[in-house]
């Protein structure tokens, strides 16, 4: 049975340039009622929806919620089928950094538009006819080549052993999917009214979402992470968020200065987006054993993804700093600073796990820089081999698909519904687990056709 | 010429092609070998059940007959799987045999343009290109000409019973097998193949003691199976249920030697969903018993149907099984069960549209094609017949999509994954399952019935009306918001225990309320009187049906809507006539082969072939498309 859940003419956007600092970057949009949903995120309404083709307008790019001004933009209309994909587009040209990127594409998805999968933009074009005669012979040769090295990476970076673990999980729902459907199609057999196995659906949806969860790189790089800045007062939190900030890596500095909680700014790390929280608006932890200020800085070093952890290298680690850095979770990544060391003797003696670094002459920076990024990317070294992982997006968006269907079988049965709607979804898991191991379906022969391109071409 | 068409076979898909093409004014010859046979039901006196009732909808959608013969002709109507969703809910109903053989061969009779004859054919003429069909040679020699010829043999072509040790040249028993058309086929290049079903015995009604059986009463509401049906009223018998057993099984594995099952006589392959019961005690020997339903086979006669218990084993043998069954103790035999093996075609040799891809102008249906049950060969005679007659207008073919018909399914799977074991339709095989419900057939293919030309307008009138009658109550649902005053109504009271439910709603739609899984239209009808009665008239309860099972479940039937568009877009991408499949460089050996062989029409179609690559596929489209531009 196939399965499939995307459309070809819903909306779909994707940056078309390279996610990097640039001057310009150029945010593409394509599908039905795309320019009437564009139109929601332009600053002079009615601008785009009524645009003639091929026209381009300058304006202000908006959060179709908030209305809060983005980026001022210049956006190009294409009315169907005079687009690239046939179908009504759009294009943005925004300011190149990664912050407006970010924020421009948050924006269209806010609106409705889906994030379009590897070559979907060509695809579309080649199911409207747009590709021509040369083209159509390009895309073969690039589909024949693509094919090879999509099923080199679809089959060599599945392991044995992931393989195995989806086939197992895959195995026990279609048990479960054969006897739902053996009861809808032997109504009359004596078998007796079968409750649906939801033991084994409940450990097939844990065990989905314990193997999405594995995907980590992919999602780093999309959606970024958290990590605090935390230390005593004067450890030099403050000046290394500054530091990072003065970086031509720095993007902006986004504070959230009404309630001066906090402050928090994006920085590029290694190509991920972090965002930085700085506690020091907080009162310090190590004077005040309890309250609210512990209790937020714990809140933001619990969501964190790592913390870099400041010490005044001229008053050595206090017993605060070991407490704090005690009452951090066991598994927590944490970069231990050792900072101010312009102020000591250049051979005084740095404690083990500690970066010798000052952020007053710029020393240490790119070390503190290098062990963030190795800690959230959760590097090959901190992976003992032992673990199965997901590590391409297709498997991890799969790897979700079926754990929402399973999500939503459990539901379906928790509320009664009957078998032929449970079976829906149900068939939704098995096909994304088939998916993931191979298994042909309308899908598979798009994906491996387009899926060589690079996202937004 | 002599005729336009000429139907070989008077089965359920030579009626339903014979009666598509004479009614849309084709004179069309039906060649049988027998006028008393015309209609009959070889095995099970029943039409319908999960996935088949739904194809007998479609049929009288499209405008066949079978919902009307069988609406005429039942003793017993039942939906089952009524509590398990609406798009696995399917009409059944018992018929009388003879009933239903003697309406179908008053209505072929009665037709214009439909001509009857009672004769064997043994070949087919061809033109000189010997790749057309020109028409048939009889047994007795006589010549007839035709622009077109379904085929439609059944289990006939080279039929063999088995009853034990004992076997017989027959398509069904004690009638003659017909030959001479397998060899034609072969001739023509067909890939040929046996297949074996097999039916069980008959016993006698009063020899049976009912009391050690449960009785299962048929519904009391009859939903008609046909569109032009309001209602059905007819006689009503009982079925009755009882169980084999130990003893049952020991006799039989006792005999098992004796089963021309096991001792090699038959090679062709049978159903496995529908193994005989010396099959399933050797598949699944935990199983202590197996539950058997005994059917009437009509009114007007003793003789009842045992199903579950199919055999081709040795009479004596049949006789002492059947009497361990708890209520058979004392049955008497009035025909024995046996096996009947045939000659089938690969069905991957033909398009869609069921002509031949051999043979231009040759079209084949039914049971010839490997498939097995009385729906499935009309739904192909049916598809055959609209495609014969289009190929005598000059009109492009007629061919339904995965999506909109469990026909299309039906065609699809067997054209293109061919079969290896007689091809029953499931609910399960048909991704689209939501959509392709019992209820909705009417609304899914009335309309392309009448741009086909097999509906008269007084029908179609009737549609439209319950069309757009059905397009006013969702509106209806739509505008009509829950107010507190309409529990302060007279009204409030027909809530029954529904209020509090209700009232958690109030300021919705109906539309909206109506999705709450614990809510029925019937719950919120009091609300709406223009729910009850639309001009004048009470809206049909089963209109109504449909209108609560398109709003509760739409949000799922969305979801696979999307995919159906998708898949659409594929299955659009059309692959020429001729195009050749060598000529596309890229292509590997295998796919190659396989693409030649089933010539796919399109590019969604030759996905689904097993064997053929995806990176394959790809280099497909894209010189499809080239060739396009």
Known sequence: MQTNYTSTDDCIVALATPYAESAIAVIRASGDHCISYADRLFSRPGAIATADGNRAHVGYLLHPDSRERIDQVVCTVYRAPASYTGQDSVEVSCHGSLSVIQACLEAFRAAGFRPAGPGEFTLRAFLAGKLGLTQAEAVAELVRARTRTASTLALGRLSGRLERRIEAIKQSLLRVLAGVEIQLDYPEEDTGEVPHDIASLIRARDDVAALADTYRTGALYQDGVLVALAGATNAGK???????????????????????????????????????????????????????????????????????????????????????????????????????????????????????????????????????????????????????????????????????????????????????????????????????????????????????????? | MDFDAIVIGGGHAGIEAAMCMSRLGFETMMVTQNLDCIGKMSCNPAVGGLAKGNMVREIDALGGEMGRLIDATMIQFRVLNRSRGPAVQAPRAQADKKAYEVLAKKTVERQDHLHLYMDTVVDLTFDSSGRT?????????????????????????????????????????????????????????????????????????????????????????????????????????????????????????????????????????????CPSIEDKVVKFPDKDRHQIFIEPEGLD????????????????????????????????????????????????????????????????????????????????????????????????????????????????????????????????????????????????????????????????????????????????????????????SDAASAMNGKKLLLERHVGKSLYQILKDPQLSLADVQYVAPELVEANGEIIPGEWLRQVELDVKYEGYVARQEKQILRMDKIERIRIPDGFDFDAVTGLSTESREKLNQIRPLNVGQASRISGVRNSDIAVLMASVQRRRS
């Open chain 1, 238 to 457: 403050s000046s290394l968020f500054n530091a990072l900030l003065r970086e031509d890596r720095s993007i902006v500095s986004d504070v959230h200065g009404t309630t001066r909680d906090y402050i928090e700014a994006s920085v590029d790390v290694g190509g991920v987006p972090v965002k930085l929280v700085d506690t020091a608006g907080l009162r310090d932890v190590d004077e005040q054993v309890e309250g609210e200020g512990i209790r937020r800085s714990g809140q933001i070093i619990a969501r964190s993804a790592a913390v870099v952890y400041l010490v005044d290298a001229t008053a050595g680690v206090s017993t605060g700093d070991e407490q704090n850095l005690a009452s951090f979770a066991p598994d927590k990544p944490v970069v231990k600073v050792w900072n101010k060391v312009d102020l000591l003797p250049v051979d005084h003696a740095v404690p083990e796990g500690y970066i010798r670094s000052s952020v007053e002459t710029g020393e240490g920076i790119t070390g503190i820089l290098d062990a963030l990024f190795s800690r959230i990317s959760g590097g090959a070294a901190a992976l003992t081999g032992d673990e199965t992982v997901v590590d391409s997006a297709r498997q991890h968006d799969l790897l979700r698909r079926a754990a929402e269907a399973l999500e939503r079988t459990i539901a379906s049965v928790h509320d009664g519904m009957p078998a032929d709607i449970v079976a829906v979804d149900l068939q939704d898991a098995v096909g994304a687990l088939g998916e993931i191991t191979g298994e042909v379906s309308t899908d598979d022969v798009l994906e491996t056709m387009f899926g060589g391109f690079c996202v937004g071409k």
């Open chain 2, 133 to 273: 069909v020109t028409g048939v040679v009889t047994q007795r020699g006589k010549r007839m000409s035709a622009k077109v010829v379904v085929l439609t043999t059944g289990t006939f072509l080279n039929g063999k019973v088995f009853i034990g040790e004992y076997s017989e040249t027959a398509g069904r028993l004690a009638e003659p097998a017909a030959f001479g058309l397998d060899r034609t086929l072969a001739g023509l290049g067909f890939r040929m193949g046996r297949m074996k079903t097999g039916t069980p015995a008959r016993v006698a009604r009063w020899s049976l003691d009912f009391d050690k059986m449960e009785e299962q009463f048929g519904d009391d509401d009859v939903v008609p199976f046909s569109f032009s049906h309001t209602s059905v009223n007819r006689p009503k018998l009982s079925c009755y249920i009882t169980f084999t057993n130990r003893q049952t099984h020991r006799v039989l594995e006792e005999n098992m030697a004796r089963s021309p099952l096991y001792s090699g006589l038959i090679v062709g392959s049978g159903p496995r969903y």
């Open chain 2, 301 to 488: 006669t003793e003789e009842m149907y045992l199903n579950g218990i199919s055999s081709s084993m040795p009479e004596d043998v049949q006789e002492a099984f059947i009497h361990t069954i708890p209520g058979l103790e004392h049955a008497e035999l009035m025909r024995p069960g046996y096996a009947v093996e045939y000659d089938y075609i690969d069905p991957s040799q033909l398009y869609p549209t069921m002509e031949a891809k051999l043979c231009e102008n040759l079209f084949i249906a039914g049971q010839t094609n490997g498939s097995s049950g009385y729906e499935e060969a009309a739904g192909q005679g049916l598809i055959a017949g609209i495609n014969a007659a289009r190929r005598l207008q000059g009109a492009p073919p007629f061919v339904l999509s995965r999506a909109e018909a469990y026909i299309g399914v039906l065609c699809d799977d067997l054209v293109t994954l061919g079969t290896k074991e007689p091809y029953r339709m499931f609910t399960s095989r048909a991704e689209h399952r939501l959509v392709l419900r019992a209820d909705s057939c009417d609304m899914r293919l009335f309309e392309k019935g009448y741009e086909l030309g097999l509906h008269p307008e007084a029908r179609y009138e009737a549609f439209c009306r319950k069309r757009d009658t059905i397009a006013e109550i969702k509106e209806l649902l739509q505008k009509r918001h829950l107010s507190q005053n309409d529990f302060d």
